[in-house]
């Protein structure tokens, strides 16, 4: 079984341009989330989604940063404009459930390393 | 809310011998608690995770973890440690706001075995 794939695994642009963020999650999953590392910090939360459907965006920094799962498979994550401060490791996950429990596991993606310059 | 401390940023090793990380949380009711692994270049891993069923938690390679309420400890432990091993480890816990999982990370710790 494939796992939880993200698409580039690295990507270096300028302050100001757009970048864009795939994640495939494992087949059957209805629940993908977004994660970020920036440089130092902890892995944060961005947010979640239900199949196609936004549960929790809480976590998002910005109106700079647009999410999207069409058709409940796979989500792109796109930045614009991108900042210096949005430089970190962004990770995907899913879980298969309903998302409502505790204990579930999440299966986490490798993860792109975006650099801002 | 849900928070996590990891007490150690970095832990240094030799091969061979006992592995200690330690954790402690905050929960305002009975947690869901998670080891993850990242080892370079790869992804998170779960090493093993804790759902109330019984306090001592057996993961993936020789790892174990204990859950201790009176400390509010989730430590990861390890009785050998293998060059294998070195790699960042995040201590995990899951709250549900609103009815949806969510994960709050440690901020890691960096284990380096030595020969």
């Known amino acids: 079984e494939a796992g939880v794939t993200q698409f580039p695994s690295h990507s270096v642009i300028e302050k100001g341009q757009t970048v864009t963020l795939r994640c495939d999650p494992i087949?059957?999953?209805?629940?993908l989330y977004w994660y970020r590392r920036v440089m130092g910090k902890e892995i944060k939360f961005l947010l979640h989604f239900v199949k196609e459907s936004k549960q929790d965006e809480s976590g998002m920094p910005n109106n700079r940063f647009l999410a999207e799962r069409t058709g409940g498979t796979y989500s792109t994550l796109k930045v614009q404009p991108a900042e210096l401060e949005d430089s970190g490791v962004y990770f995907c996950a899913s879980s298969p459930g309903t998302g409502a429990s505790l204990w579930e596991t999440q299966y986490f993606g490798p993860g792109t390393r975006l650099l801002v310059l | 809310a849900q928070s996590v401390t990891q007490l150690d940023s970095h832990v240094s090793v030799s091969e061979g011998t006992p592995v200690l990380l330690r954790c402690n949380y905050s929960?305002?009711?009975?947690?869901?608690l998670f080891w993850y692994v990242q080892h370079p270049n790869k992804g998170l891993q779960l090493l093993l995770k804790?759902?109330?069923?019984?306090?001592l938690v057996k993961g993936i390679n020789g790892f174990e973890a204990e859950f201790k309420k009176s400390e509010t400890s989730f430590h990861l432990t390890k009785p050998s440690a293998h060059m294998s091993d070195a790699a960042e480890y995040f201590c995990?816990?899951?709250?549900?706001?609103?009815?949806?999982?969510?994960?709050?990370f440690g901020a890691g710790t960096r284990l380096a075995v030595h020969p």
């Open positions: 995990v816990v899951s709250e549900i706001p609103g009815g949806y999982n969510k994960l709050i």
């Open positions: 087949s059957g999953h209805d629940n």
């Open positions: 804790y759902t109330s069923a019984a306090t």
């Open positions: 929960s305002s009711y009975s947690p869901s």
